[in-house]
């Protein structure tokens, strides 16, 4: 079964930090999506990766993959606290599409 | 529309109703999908149409949930006979394809259930 694992859970940052959050998953997947979730509201796409090595950038969120190590990351530069809101990673396969999440990682920006 | 439309936002429902949950998808988008996502957690992934067919069904919960899309564009959750376990904001998606992999996600339905 395909599992999704995120870390940390819980982010607090200063604004102005740099930090990375991870995505770890258990069996071969071709494409690999971060979303984000404001509170109370639906899913934002950010990124979709398809390929290893695969890098996106979008301001100051940069996602990468490496598929080998089956793990994404998500590197916040220079946090602000607009960016504060729950990440999620999410992975499936062009056999399947069934769309598998992480629990989440809730990041909290202060000034 | 230009973003998936779900209605309704709220529902309340008390113990043993049953409830209908209707997703409109992206106009020409194929592919739709529904999730269950309980309070502080990730989706879960429910269901899966491709145009009217219903191609994987693996992560409805029990018999009490079905869902449907027969024109193969508006689709309907419906959850019979509603448990408080059921009480989660059902997130319905859709894609333009199988290959074209960018999903557009609905606001979603906050079930609560009494």
């Known amino acids: 079964e395909l599992k999704v694992e995120q870390n940390p859970l819980f982010l607090s940052m200063q604004e102005g930090k740099n930090y990375t959050i991870y995505c770890n998953y258990s069996?071969?997947?071709?494409?690999l999506y971060w979303y984000r979730q404001d509170p109370g509201k639906s899913l934002e796409s950010l990124f979709v990766l398809l390929s290893n090595g695969a890098v996106k950038q979008e301001g100051r969120l940069m996602a990468s993959l490496d598929t080998k190590a089956r793990l994404s990351t998500l590197h916040i530069t220079a946090a602000v606290h607009d960016l504060s809101a729950t990440y999620f990673c999410?992975?499936?396969?062009?056999?399947?599409?069934?769309?598998?999440f992480g629990a989440g990682t809730r990041l909290t920006v202060k000034p | 529309g230009a973003g998936v439309s779900q209605s309704p936002r709220y529902k309340v429902a008390k113990r043993g109703q049953d409830v209908a949950l209707r997703c409109d998808p992206i106009?020409?988008?194929?592919?739709l999908f529904w999730y269950q996502q309980a309070l502080g957690q990730g989706p879960e992934f429910l269901t899966y149409?491709?145009?009217?067919?219903?191609?994987?069904k693996s992560g409805l919960p029990s018999d009490r949930f079905f869902a449907e899309r027969p024109e193969g564009s508006v689709s309907t959750l419906k959850i019979q006979r509603t448990q408080q376990e059921d009480s989660a904001v059902y997130l319905c998606?859709?894609?333009?394809?199988?290959?074209?992999?960018?999903?557009?996600f609905g606001q979603g339905t906050r079930l609560t259930v009494v």
């Open positions: 999410a992975v499936d396969s062009y056999n399947n599409n069934d769309m598998r």
């Open positions: 106009s020409g988008h194929v592919s």
């Open positions: 069996t071969t997947s071709d494409r």
């Open positions: 149409f491709q145009n009217e067919a219903q191609l994987d």
């Open positions: 998606a859709s894609s333009f394809g199988l290959y074209n992999t960018e999903a557009f």
